[in-house]
């Protein structure tokens, strides 16, 4: 499906690349990079099932961070998805403007920041990482500790996600009206960092767990292009 929007909305720029120390509640990142999987869906598009059954299947992967955003330009269908943000709408228009994606639509992946239609067939190989990431629970809080190897772009920046599994609604009008759709990798916050450097970062999530499964994510990202370069999650 495409939205029925014309106007260009420029706005804001995942994750588990090794397992968590569930005795420590900690992950370090590997020598690898994880592909970062940004779907962009909506409980209004009947299209949209298909995709989040995939990304609810990539759910274990360490080679894959999978993020799903719900946008919310199909609510005036009929049917408002109480995942969706406006903010999701806007990140989804600002990374189409250098994506490679002519327009935006749902249900829209991107991979590693490019817009990708070959799922659910996923690449074999990743890139060897150019920075490293300790992830670390403190409490209410979670602290990154981000070093660079040859060849990091010389500007970094990155973001904070916390999503959420085994979301259930039943969807009662719309185009999917009468279904009951599944949902994990749901994204309930996000938030930027402009500058990462070799300083700690902290973050302390404000979504409320609840009593859906929780992971807390961070992604570097080149500043310049957006491009993920590193990730690491704790869902403890």
């Known amino acids: 499906m495409r939205p029925a929007l014309t106007a260009?909305?420029?706005?804001?720029?995942?994750?588990?690349?090794?397992?968590?120390?569930t005795q420590q509640c900690s992950a370090q990142s590997g020598d690898?990079?994880?592909m970062v999987v940004e779907l962009y869906t909506s409980e209004g598009c009947s299209s949209c099932p298909p995709a989040d059954r995939w990304v609810s299947g990539l759910k274990g992967r360490s080679d894959v961070v999978a993020l799903a955003f719900h946008v919310d330009y199909w609510d005036r269908l009929g049917w408002k998805d109480r995942y969706a943000s406006p903010?999701?709408?806007?990140?989804?228009?600002?990374?189409?403007?250098?994506?490679?994606?002519?327009?935006?639509?749902?249900?829209?992946?991107l991979l590693n920041g490019r817009d990708y239609r070959r799922w659910p067939g996923l690449p074999g190989s990743r890139e060897p990482a150019d920075v490293e990431?300790?992830?670390v629970r403190e409490g209410e809080d979670y602290v990154a500790r981000v070093a660079r190897r040859p060849g990091a772009p010389a500007l970094l920046a990155g973001y904070w996600a916390v999503t959420q599994d085994d979301l259930v609604s039943e969807v009662r009008t719309g185009e999917?009206?009468?279904?009951?759709l599944r949902h994990d990798a749901v994204v309930r916050e996000l938030r930027e960092v402009a500058v990462v450097g070799s300083e700690t970062l902290r973050f302390t999530p404000q979504a409320p767990a609840g009593t859906a499964a929780r992971r807390v994510q961070f992604v570097v990202t080149d500043s310049r292009t957006g491009v993920p370069l590193q990730a690491v999650g704790l869902g403890c």
Do not use: E, H
């Open 8 to 21: 260009l909305i420029v706005c804001l720029p995942l994750a588990a690349a090794a397992a968590p120390d």
């Open 32 to 34: 690898r990079a994880p």
């Open 87 to 109: 903010a999701w709408t806007q990140r989804q228009y600002a990374m189409g403007a250098r994506s490679g994606a002519k327009f935006v639509y749902t249900p829209q992946v």
């Open 133 to 135: 990431v300790r992830l």
């Open 176 to 180: 999917n009206a009468g279904a009951t």
